[in-house]
């Protein structure tokens, strides 16, 4: 073990040293003072012990006050208590000790395999690998832990709707059903009911109802408090198939039911695949180590370039599996959201003319058939990016892949310069492991090597005479065997060769340009696939304009205006285009229905826009909707079965893409190269054999 390991081994045992003796003193002196002021209190009286549990609790809460002071601590922080925040959005300390809990075992994993993958191996090249497992894991933990907060809510949102349902049929009363149902509810549900109760009875339930719609963590909640104050502004009325409001209380189950189905399914079908995925970060360096100790020919492989781009390869395999594991384990509601945002990096690199002329000569001139492909997908994408911003996007990714590509590639040249160089001679031997003797025959000889290098000036046209003479002449070497001198000769040669082949080629200039070009077109590819994935949300909002439609339909003087006004308090895909109708209504119905239309592509949504053209002068609503039961039967059967073809997909994938890199590590850096290499000392043995 060298030096520099021994001393990243004492920095290490000396932090986890000072960690524990840090928490030991401060649950010491915690314990103090809370002994001193419960006696303050209690007047001397003799108290209860605080449990673990409380102490627990306490402390959590104690650390997120202590975390919140720390700079980049609290950012972090921040972020993890916005993931939370739509769960538990209206209870701060519970908010606070969920935030706390999960830094503190984010933090605290991200430590245990940071620490294991830098005892595997202590090299500054490994800090950038493990920044990035630190970057994959934090976002797996975070995500398994908001997806468990997201399901355990939707189970007891079932509950609670039935207990809402059977407080209704007692009182007849939405806002004592909610407050009744509340207080047997689960926790996350109960918070979510209280607020919806406080909005409904507010001095204006309609503005309250829509800053709950914008922190509702699932579109059933905004359905849910959508339809309760529905039926609390117009009234409730029983028709032959019921109640209307109950009715849709058992669309709203059916559909929680659906989605707790199709999300368990997929966790059982995908559990362990992302810790699969990873598990080769912490077998390469092993593995390595073993190869190079059992079979020493297998140096020359790991130290090549084809062994640095072989590795480059498994890990970016590694990352691209993870990545697409998360994407096809994703559960959460579409992420859009209409309104103002923050200023984007292509907004602010849009401010350089050098840029803007860049754009100016790639992008599509407006009014040309690309143009207005390009606006469509970037509309139905609902990407918050402008044209021009997008193609910033486009070039900045094309000029670092371009960089990142051509300095990979001369680091690699100079790396293999490097080796050429320093690298000790290897032996004969194939199998079983190189003796000091021998490492240290081999260190000599590549000494020797490189000062007939440099004295021949590292040109590859030095002939063999030369370098025979300069061998010859060195001190110290004293060696009849005419052979051996013919043997060191061919291997100085073959090293000025090979040393002076280390320069940058055009196709590798070539492959840059290639991998560029990829990143140039990511970001459209990227686009295309978020409509695909956008698809399935489009029809989930669809389906609940409908579910809104059946029940306004029912109700007396109701309006196209007023539908649209209510299908814009649950839109989030279709927000933007739906509050352009409103607004344009007054200046003529018919014309702003029509652009409507025009703006949203998806078949399902323009049926719903026709059936209200209908409605302006026509026909009445409940008569232009009387199919919309049957559509909405037909619908949930389709998305069964779309649900269940999603899911054998999501598996099949899931399994190929979490065994992929196991695979490709066994294979790519174990089983191929010693295949390789085997076949070549077998040609070195069989030229051997035949001088003899």
């Known amino acids: 073990m060298n030096i520099k390991s021994i001393l990243f081994m004492v920095l290490v045992v000396s932090l986890i040293l000072f960690a524990a003796a840090f928490a030991f003193l401060s649950w010491i002196g915690s314990r103090q003072r809370q002994a001193v002021q419960m006696q303050f209190f209690s007047g001397g009286m003799q108290t209860k012990h605080v449990g673990i549990k409380e102490q627990w609790h306490r402390f959590l809460q104690k650390s997120y006050v202590v975390m919140q002071k720390l700079p980049l601590l609290s950012s972090y922080m921040r972020r993890i208590r916005k993931r939370l925040s739509g769960v538990h959005a209206y209870d701060e300390f519970k908010l606070r000790h969920e935030t706390s809990k999960v830094t503190l075992a984010v933090l605290g994993l991200l430590s245990l395999s940071v620490i294991i993958l830098l005892l595997l191996n202590p090299s500054i090249s490994s800090l950038l690998l493990v920044s990035l497992m630190a970057v994959i894991i934090n976002s797996l933990l975070i995500d398994m832990y908001v997806n468990r907060l997201e399901r355990r809510l939707l189970v007891q949102m079932v509950d609670l709707f039935s207990e809402v349902r059977h407080r209704y049929q007692q009182h007849e009363m939405i806002d004592e059903a909610l407050y009744e149902a509340a207080e047997s509810a689960g926790y996350e549900a109960a918070l979510h009911t209280r607020k919806i109760y406080e909005a409904l009875n507010s001095n204006d339930p309609s503005q309250e109802l829509e800053k709950y719609y914008e922190t509702a963590p699932n579109r059933f909640l905004k359905a849910f408090a959508g339809i309760s104050f529905m039926i609390m502004e117009f009234g409730d009325k029983v028709k032959e198939q019921g109640s209307i409001y109950l009715k849709g209380l058992s669309g709203l189950t059916k559909e929680i039911h659906l989605e707790i189905l199709r999300r368990d399914k997929l966790d059982y079908l995908l559990k362990g695949l992302n810790v699969i995925a990873l598990a080769p970060v912490f077998f390469a360096k092993p593995i390595e180590r073993w190869a190079r100790g059992s079979f020493p020919a297998m140096d020359e492989f790991y130290a090549s370039k084809l062994g640095y781009i072989t590795k480059m390869i498994i890990f970016a395999i590694i990352i691209l599996s993870f990545v697409l594991l998360q994407r096809l384990q994703q559960d959460n509601e579409t992420t859009y959201r209409a309104g103002d945002r923050k200023k984007t990096w292509e907004q602010l690199l849009s401010s350089f003319s050098l840029l803007r002329l860049a754009v100016s000569f790639l992008a599509p001139r407006p009014g040309t058939p690309t143009y207005a492909r390009m606006i469509r997908l970037l509309k139905e994408s609902s990407t918050h990016l402008r044209y021009e911003w997008f193609y910033i996007r486009r070039i900045v990714f094309f000029a670092l892949a371009f960089a990142v590509t051509m300095t990979t590639v001369m680091v690699l040249h100079q790396t293999a310069k490097g080796h050429i160089l320093h690298d000790s001679v290897p032996g004969d031997i194939f199998f079983g492991q190189v003796t000091s003797d021998q490492r240290e025959e081999g260190r000599k000889l590549s000494d020797r090597d490189r000062e007939v290098m440099m004295e021949v000036g590292m040109t590859p046209s030095a002939s063999y005479d030369d370098i025979a003479k300069r061998l010859r002449v060195k001190q110290n070497y004293i060696d009849p065997n005419k052979d051996t001198l013919?043997?060191?000769?061919?291997?100085?040669?073959?090293?000025?060769?090979?040393?002076?082949?280390?320069?940058?080629?055009?196709?590798?200039?070539?492959?840059?340009?290639?991998?560029?070009?990829?990143?140039?077109?990511?970001?459209?590819?990227?686009?295309?696939?978020?409509?695909?994935?956008?698809?399935?949300?489009?029809?989930?909002?669809?389906?609940?304009?409908?579910?809104?439609?059946?029940?306004?339909?029912?109700?007396?003087?109701?309006?196209?205006?007023?539908?649209?006004?209510?299908?814009?308090?649950?839109?989030?895909?279709?927000?933007?285009?739906?509050?352009?109708?409103?607004?344009?209504?007054?200046?003529?119905?018919?014309?702003?229905?029509?652009?409507?239309?025009?703006?949203?592509?998806?078949?399902?949504?323009?049926?719903?826009?026709?059936?209200?053209?209908?409605?302006?002068?026509?026909?009445?609503?409940?008569?232009?909707?009387?199919?919309?039961?049957?559509?909405?039967?037909?619908?949930?059967?389709?998305?069964?079965?779309?649900?269940?073809?999603?899911?054998?997909?999501?598996?099949?994938?899931?399994?190929?893409?979490?065994?992929?890199?196991?695979?490709?590590?066994?294979?790519?850096?174990?089983?191929?190269?010693?295949?390789?290499?085997?076949?070549?000392?077998?040609?070195?043995?069989?030229?051997?054999i035949q001088k003899i």
Not at 495 to 515: D, R
Not at 544 to 568: C, G, H, K, P, Y
Not at 621 to 629: G, K, M, N, V, Y
């Open 486 to 688: 013919m043997k060191s000769a061919g291997r100085i040669m073959s090293k000025l060769q090979a040393y002076n082949e280390e320069y940058l080629k055009w196709w590798e200039v070539l492959a840059a340009l290639s991998i560029a070009w990829t990143g140039y077109q990511f970001p459209l590819w990227l686009l295309y696939f978020q409509r695909k994935i956008r698809h399935m949300d489009m029809k989930h909002e669809v389906y609940q304009f409908q579910t809104v439609i059946a029940m306004l339909r029912e109700m007396d003087r109701i309006s196209v205006e007023e539908i649209l006004e209510w299908m814009n308090r649950f839109a989030i895909i279709f927000k933007m285009p739906i509050q352009k109708c409103v607004l344009h209504y007054d200046h003529g119905a018919e014309m702003a229905l029509t652009q409507l239309k025009e703006e949203v592509s998806l078949a399902e949504f323009q049926r719903i826009v026709d059936k209200l053209l209908l409605c302006v002068e026509k026909i009445p609503i409940s008569q232009a909707f009387d199919d919309l039961e049957g559509e909405m039967s037909f619908y949930f059967e389709q998305r069964k079965q779309e649900y269940e073809k999603i899911i054998d997909t999501k598996a099949g994938l899931g399994r190929l893409l979490g065994f992929a890199p196991m695979y490709t590590l066994i294979f790519m850096y174990l089983v191929i190269p010693l295949i390789v290499m085997s076949f070549m000392q077998m040609n070195v043995y069989y030229e051997q």
